[in-house]
């Protein structure tokens, strides 16, 4: 490969890449402000596990997947996702909408594990157990 062909590929692959930003930027977007306005779960959850306060692992939260998702917390080392479920997961839309991205999120090579809401205030030891437990699965 010369050097035109050389600069033409980086130039191309550049190109490619600044296009996918442009696709991710409104999903980006979404996920600022959904860091802005967490919920109470979401707070709570943030305060276990930001600043490697769990164990020594990266924790992300409201970090975007490709262009499809954004995920409540992401542990990008162990490709685990942590999601908390408010009341609207019990609806059957939601169920099947839960599944499919789950589904989607598995043929990424992305682990995820869902909690209620309900279930992090009440049970809270014993979520910790189990995101501990799947963090060194």
Known sequence: MNKLDIQTFHTEDTSIRQEENL???PLIQYARALRRNQTKAEK???KLLR???FHGFKFRRQHPVS???ILDFYCEAKKLAIELDGVHH???LQKEYDEERTYVLKLL???LIRFENEK????TE???LKIFSELNS
């Open 67 to 69: 262009d499809l998702y």
């Open 90 to 92: 019990n609806e059957k």
């Open 51 to 53: 600043d490697r306060r």
């Open 23 to 25: 696709a991710l930027e």
């Open 120 to 123: 992090l205030f009440s049970e």
């Open 44 to 46: 709570f959850m943030w």
């Open 109 to 111: 090579g992305i682990r």
């Open 126 to 128: 014993d979520v910790i």
